[in-house]
């Protein structure tokens, strides 16, 4: 499996950015993460593959939206009203199990983008 993830830049706080990963094969479950300098990695929002279930970190409710579109093998995630805190390098993963749903546990992502970066100035 091959991620592509685009869309990343610099935005002003109250901005909005649609981030795409594009990925190779069938639809998996699929995860977008963010690690900010010095902080962990965490869960953004995860959507399983008939985007029958999704989940969204706390921080991020309300203004983040995760979509897929499995006939252009896509996942986006629509930021809104952003602020200086979303400031990271944001990834997108796949789940590669075959059942157990979405999973909120990075070590069960097995395939990871190469990262692209989100700016938010205040």
């Known amino acids: 499996v091959q991620l592509q993830a685009s869309g990343g830049g610099l935005v002003q706080a109250g901005g909005s950015l649609r981030l795409s990963c594009l990925a190779s094969?069938?639809?998996?479950?699929m995860g977008w993460f963010r690690q900010a300098p010095g902080k962990e990695r965490e869960l953004v929002a995860a959507?399983?593959?008939?985007?029958?279930?999704?989940y969204y970190g706390d921080s991020v409710k309300g203004r983040f939206t995760i979509s897929r579109d499995n006939a252009k093998n896509t996942v986006y995630l629509e930021m809104n009203s952003l602020k200086a805190e979303d400031t990271a390098v944001y990834y997108c993963?796949?789940?590669?199990?075959?059942?157990?749903?979405?999973?909120?546990?990075?070590?069960?992502?097995?395939?990871w983008g190469q990262g692209t970066q989100v700016t938010v100035s205040s």
């Open positions: 094969g069938p639809p998996y479950v």
């Open positions: 993963a796949v789940d590669p199990r075959r059942a157990g749903g979405v999973s909120t546990d990075s070590r069960t992502y097995g395939y």
């Open positions: 959507i399983s593959r008939r985007s029958g279930t999704i």
